[in-house]
């Protein structure tokens, strides 16, 4: 990150707030040496003394996008796991190749996922790390500059678990607790610990019930549930009822929970989200590359289940861009609920203020507000002119090389589509070296000839 701690004015752009009147103006937005956001000014106004200017002349700037459901993990995974569904998806690939991991292969799938989100405008994430090593996550969020809330995976109970996965409930729960206590508000509060249960087939209850006493201490809690229905058939064999109502019974649900997917439910499993405030992260590049459905955004919505959106891994989406997310959230709710179920601005905001509630930080980003945090993204959408109207544009035709300029806490980390923060050129060449390494170290054969569950 810059130590530039002056203030930065970005002049001359529109400025789309999602401010609660939803204003899109020109105005001049004047960041502080604190990182935060202290003014929208009248265009033209004299600029703070010691000001830094950044033209934005013909763009649009808008809050950093946020995605509630990632795994950098897996980014060194993509297009290792392809044509299968979710059980498959991970057993024969996923577990194996995440057991492989080492550090210096999980620091070079996390910086390699962290280039692709910041280049592309994506300035805070809620990430799933893998069961070990999990430090390297946050390391590497801290020396790139983006907004970082993650958590150790949590895999206690054996539902085809590879044994390099599988801990004992003590010895998870103890890891996880020291990390939260040596990440959780780190680096300036940018970097956030979420206790992260990997899905109910390979947590063990005692180990949810644990996790469900820390949320409502006021931990943050990060999962995956109701995803695919072949899965659910798992569960209901193994519990007897779905996901949702065994997280109700053992009090897991509430407003600091995150599910990720959410895409099979039933009126109950509706009825519980909304009553208790429970998040929901959609992931609709995953839902529809793993064959897994098309989440009820609509109904979600109309309940007042806060939505946010996520790419889910590269192992299982291939691109991590917020933008993909965009698109293919306002394609899908058109063909299960039609075209103009959900309006475009209301589709923006899943990637702004949806990702800021889900991650617990909407007094801190997911708007243009004076208080706010700095986290601003400037788009150059000339391209796509003539177009609609901004949102329309955003979310239908924006791309993620439209992206110039990032900021998160005040500390410029894009400048003209360059990476400031990551040698770009070297993460790549560092993650082709490692995922080598790796594939010689998994064990991926045999997982794939193993029995089915
Ligand atoms: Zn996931």
């Known amino acids: 990150m810059s130590d530039d701690r002056f203030p930065i004015v970005i002049s001359g752009g529109t400025v789309v707030t999602m401010n609660p009147a939803r204003e899109v103006v020109r105005a001049e937005v004047v960041a502080g040496g604190d990182g935060s956001i202290q003014a929208l000014l009248p265009p033209g106004s004299p600029l703070p003394a010691g000001a830094r200017e950044i033209d934005a002349t013909g763009r649009v700037v808008i809050p950093g996008l946020v995605q509630a459901h990632l795994h950098l993990c897996q980014t060194l995974f993509r297009g290792l796991a392809e044509e299968r569904t979710l059980l498959r998806w991970l057993r024969e690939r996923i577990w194996p190749l995440e057991a492989a991991h080492d550090p210096a292969s999980l620091r070079a799938s996390a910086r390699l996922g962290i280039v692709e989100l910041l280049l592309s405008g994506t300035t805070a994430i809620l990430d799933m790390g893998t069961v070990h090593h999990t430090e390297q996550l946050f390391l590497a969020a801290e020396a ?188 899908v709710a058109s063909v299960r609920d039609g075209p103009g179920a959900l309006h475009a601005p209301a589709l923006f905001e899943l990637a702004t203020l949806g990702g800021a509630r889900a991650l617990g930080l909407e007094d801190r980003i997911g708007s243009i507000e004076p208080g706010k945090r700095a986290d601003l993204v400037l788009v150059d959408l000339s391209r796509h002119a003539p177009n609609g109207d901004v949102y329309t544009t955003l979310v239908y035709s924006a791309r993620p090389d439209d992206v110039r300029t990032v900021i998160v806490d005040g500390s410029v980390l894009v400048d003209d589509g360059h990476l400031l923060t990551l040698d770009e050129a070297a993460v790549r060449a560092e993650a082709v070296a490692e995922r080598e390494t790796l594939l010689g170290r998994a064990d991926i054969e045999s997982a794939a000839t193993a029995g089915t569950p």
Not at 263 to 269: A, K, Q, R, T
Not at 285 to 293: D, R, V
């Open 144 to 331: 790139s500059g983006i907004r970082y809330t993650g958590g150790q995976a949590l895999m206690d109970a054996g539902w085809s678990t590879p044994a390099g996965l599988l801990q004992p409930t003590d010895v998870a729960l103890a890891e996880s607790d020291a990390l939260r206590a040596r990440w959780d508000g780190a680096a300036g509060g940018r970097l956030r610990y979420a206790y992260a249960p990997r899905f109910v087939l390979s947590c063990s209850e005692p180990l949810l019930r644990a996790v469900a006493e820390r949320a409502r201490a006021g931990a943050r809690v990060h999962t995956h549930a109701s995803e695919q229905q072949e899965e659910l058939r798992a569960v209901q064999a193994e519990l007897g009822m779905t996901d949702l109502a065994f997280f109700a019974q053992i009090g897991l649900l509430g407003p600091n929970l995150v599910l990720a997917h959410g895409v099979w439910l039933d009126e109950e499993g509706l009825a519980e989200l909304a009553q208790s405030g429970t998040h929901v992260t959609h992931c609709p590049a995953s839902n529809l590359k793993l064959g897994s459905g098309i989440a009820p955004l609509r109904e979600l919505r109309r309940r007042g289940v806060n939505v946010a959106l996520g790419a889910d891994g590269a192992a299982c989406s291939n691109r991590l861009d917020a933008w993909s997310q965009l698109w293919l959230a306002g394609l």
